[in-house]
């Protein structure tokens, strides 16, 4: 009979959705692995990789529309929902229980920028996924002086730094950290830093997560807080 025709084969009926999310599931637990694989030497390998500009000096409203275009291989709550619905969904959960103060807005349209790297040829293992230390650190420690596995968080975090308040760069870099095994780790002011910002953020960030929810107005009317914050381009 020969080989298939191609054409034919993607124009087959599509997936239930239980087959779907049981696929979608799969390769996420692939991601989340190798993420969990990381060690040392592929942290600093990434830190070097990415230490300069990659995608030279751009608007940060501009990466915010790139957004648009990026999904999470491993979330299986948004479920293929773009970065920047997640983005509104966080906005307007935080609006709607009153608690989107002009910091709160900011980070939230910011947390994620590193999630551009999904548009790269880079592996999705080292920009999504939860993080937590690699090896032993002393209580107390300090996240700075502990070593952390590297994603979006940190890719932003080494681009924000400066040019948004020192806390909510903090908590851009540590929003994906997993606070029941990094805890102990905290020295005074990542505990005052966690307790203040990283957990009510967390829940926003996390529980406002569905494809069913569609935002109820356009990215576009947060643009001026991200002009005013960032009126030129910097270097991403």
Known sequence: ???????????????????A????????????????????????????????????????????????????????????ASQQVHILQVLEAMEADGVATPEMVLVALVHDLGKVLLLTDE??????????????????LGLDNCLIQWNHDEFAYQRLEGRIPDELAWLVRYHSLELSVATHLMDARDLELAERLLVPFAHYDH?????????????????????DTFPRRIPF
């Not at 592929?42 to 957004?67: D, H, N, S």
């Not at 929810?213 to 991200?226: A, D, F, T």
Request: aromatic share 6%.
């Open 1 to 19: 009979m020969g080989n298939p025709n191609p054409l034919a084969l993607r124009m087959d009926p599509l997936r239930s959705d239980d087959e």
């Open 21 to 80: 999310r049981a696929l979608f599931a799969g390769r996420a637990r692939s991601i989340v692995d190798r993420h969990g694989q990381q060690n040392r030497e592929a942290v600093t390998a990434l830190r070097a990789r990415y230490a300069k500009p990659l995608f030279g000096k751009v608007r940060v409203w501009q990466i915010i529309e790139w957004l648009g275009q990026c999904v999470d291989p491993t979330d299986q709550r948004l479920f293929g």
């Open 123 to 140: 592996d999705p293992a080292n920009v999504v996924c939860m993080n937590s230390a690699i090896g032993d650190h002393p209580d107390g």
């Open 207 to 227: 529980a406002t997560k569905t494809p069913f929810n569609l935002p109820s107005g356009p990215i576009s009317r947060y643009r001026e807080v991200i002009e």
